[in-house]
């Protein structure tokens, strides 16, 4: 596709419930991250893929979160038992990774909107 | 502490001004520095990258400044329209492998 495209935009869902949010990166770029924004706050960073290398996961804020990025492409973040403090808006982001991680732009999805009830 | 700041109340301007953003951090020697921009509802756009080595950038009406030294960015849009209403966030290289990112400005521009 043309963007990064995440899906659902918007979900609501019960407490103690695990949730599933997708993330499908620009065509051809092979490194994806994951971060958390809260009302109000700065993004924070979740979890990094760069190709086929072990991912970057020190930024996950308990065992209830993991992700994972199936084929170099299609990534899911998946977030069980679900806690009120989960509520936020997860963003994905992709680029080339032809770069180092830190030197290239950042093309980011809209993001998903957790509710946890 | 490690720490990104950016002024947290909104800043708002008349049309036609100049909008000056800060970025200050703490206890990093980043090589790299971005802006971006987020609409309400969206992701964050990217706007510019400047390097350590970089006093100045500028692309159209837009300007990042980057003192090592002072350990500041300064952003600036010139003749700001009420279309550039918006947050504005800075992202720094901390040494992780993801930028850290500050929690943003607000910008109100009045026509």
């Known amino acids: 596709g043309a963007g990064v495209s995440q899906s659902p935009s918007n979900k609501v869902t019960e407490k103690g419930k695990d949730v599933e949010l997708r993330c499908d990166p620009i065509?051809?770029?092979?490194?994806l991250y994951w971060y958390r924004q809260s009302l109000g706050q700065g993004l924070e960073f979740l979890i990094y893929?760069?190709?086929?290398?072990?991912?970057?996961k020190s930024g996950l804020p308990s065992d209830r979160f993991s992700a994972e990025r199936t084929g170099g492409s299609v990534s899911t973040l998946t977030i069980q038992r679900t806690q009120q403090e989960d509520s936020a808006v997860y963003l994905c982001?992709?680029?080339?990774?032809?770069?180092?991680?830190?030197?290239?732009?950042?093309?980011f999805g809209s993001g998903t909107q957790l509710s946890v009830l | 502490s490690q720490k990104i700041e950016q002024n947290s109340e909104a800043l708002n301007i008349q049309e036609g001004k100049t909008a000056t953003l800060t970025c200050n951090y703490t206890?990093?020697?980043?090589?790299?520095l971005q802006w971006y921009r987020q609409d309400p509802g969206r992701g964050p756009v990217f706007l510019l990258l400047?390097?350590?080595?970089?006093k100045e950038k500028r692309k159209e009406r837009l300007k990042v400044t980057f003192d090592t030294t002072l350990k500041q960015s300064l952003f600036h849009i010139t003749a700001s329209q009420p279309a550039d209403s918006a947050t504005y966030l800075c992202?720094?290289?901390?040494?992780?492998?993801?930028?850290?990112f500050g929690s943003g400005t607000r910008l109100q521009v009045q026509p």
């Open positions: 400047i390097r350590e080595n970089e």
């Open positions: 893929f760069q190709g086929n290398s072990a991912p970057d």
């Open positions: 992202a720094l290289d901390t040494g992780r492998r993801a930028l850290t």
């Open positions: 982001a992709s680029t080339p990774g032809r770069g180092s991680s830190t030197n290239e732009k950042l093309f």
């Open positions: 065509s051809g770029h092979t490194a």
């Open positions: 206890n990093y020697s980043p090589a790299y």
